[in-house]
């Protein structure tokens, strides 16, 4: 009797969790479900085969001998104490609304930023709320003097959103500039997530890659591959990761998303390089998973296969996803682009870049740091 009885608390006890996680996850901040003519064209795509989109070439999630259990024990018990600084990270305080007139460039820390081209504000994966994650508390960003707000924001132009991973398209950051943003761009069925959050179906493009669209004439943006993976959900890749290509009158920038290192590059810079700026991840890499993220010794491989005069790193600075000490990314891409006598721009999280200028050198505002 005991055990019949405990059996059914247990039973009675995993079916509420199952319910409770289901109801869990039909929150809006999952996204919405591709439906209608965005499945057709989903479906329709080159690059979408056995039911996911597809990296150009054999990207594993981990690599070769390496386990998921092993991957997950690692980031949860390993090398804490060092992925996150101890004190508040500098960060530069700017009138977003009253910006200089001129044409410009803000980091905001990870992958988040600010261009300013012929007074068109433009913004990639803008997140600021506190947690880069589905589940409350569990990716907080670093203690920064300054933390951007939706509030800060002019109006926006144009949101360019590379991927869906909560560290790139953020529900509550969405909602907040929702009636400040006029248009977006974004990969095969990411619109899909922004149509349930209330935006305007016109307001919404979506590229598949090598797709080409304009924006306010003088601006081209085009759709180029990344070697990386995307999903909300359980169910990986059924919306498209992507880079993009912003080729104005004045300037030629690779805007790179999330990638690993992989033929693409070379691709992209043949057809559409050289470029004045490559912005590019850098960090929450590891060797496990490095075929999905850079490492600091490909950056570099990607700079030069793009013919960028310049880059900028990227995706560091504000979470810790991955092993490495935090400012391992900065330290070690400052290092290696000395040594290739290749011009890095290391502005501090909302530092003005002034896009005529690229040439200015940076201070290494993590040394010192702890």
Excluded at 123 to 128: E, M
Excluded at 266 to 294: C, M, V
């Amino acid at each position: 009797m005991k055990i019949g009885k405990r059996l059914k608390i247990v039973l009675a006890s995993v079916i509420i969790l199952i319910v409770m996680g289901n109801v869990y996850l039909m929150r809006p901040l999952f996204g919405g479900k591709i439906t209608g003519t965005r499945l057709e064209r989903v479906i329709k795509s080159p690059n979408f085969r056995d039911s996911q989109f597809q990296n150009l070439e054999h990207t594993p999630s981990l690599k070769e001998g390496e386990s998921f259990v092993g991957a997950m024990y690692a980031f949860l018990f390993k090398d804490r104490a060092i992925r996150s600084p101890k004190m508040p990270l500098p960060v530069m305080k700017q009138d977003l609304k009253n910006l200089p007139d001129a044409d410009l460039l803000i980091w905001f820390g990870h992958s988040s930023y600010l261009l300013k081209i012929d007074g068109k504000i433009i913004v990639v994966d803008p997140v600021f709320s506190d947690n880069a994650s589905p589940v409350p508390g569990s990716n907080k960003p670093f203690n920064l003097s300054y933390v951007y707000q939706a509030d800060d924001f002019p109006p926006i132009d144009l949101l360019l959103i590379s991927h869906d991973h909560y560290d790139h398209l953020d529900y509550k950051t969405m909602i907040q500039l929702r009636s400040k943003i006029k248009n977006v761009i974004c990969g095969l069925g990411v619109g899909a997530h922004f149509e349930r959050w209330g935006f305007a179906e016109n307001k919404v493009t979506e590229l598949d890659w090598y797709d080409e669209t304009s924006f306010e004439k003088e601006f081209k943006i085009v759709a180029t591959p990344a070697r990386h993976f995307s999903g909300r959900k359980f169910k990986r890749n059924t919306t498209l990761w992507t880079s993009f290509v912003l080729q104005t009158e004045k300037y030629k920038l690779f805007l790179g998303g999330d990638s690993g290192y992989g033929k693409h590059f070379k691709t992209i810079g043949d057809k559409y390089g050289p470029f004045d700026l490559a912005i590019l991840e850098n960090g929450q890499y590891n060797e496990t998973w490095r075929y999905i993220h850079s490492m600091p010794d490909e950056l570099l491989k990607e700079v030069v296969d793009l013919q960028a005069k310049h880059f900028l790193p990227v995706h560091s600075g504000k979470f810790a996803l991955a092993l490495h000490d935090w400012k391992e990314p900065l330290s070690l891409v400052s290092k290696y682009a000395e040594e290739a006598e290749i011009p890095v721009l290391t502005p501090k999280m909302g530092e003005i870049v002034y896009l005529q200028q690229l040439d200015k050198r940076y201070d290494k505002w993590w040394e010192g740091l702890k």
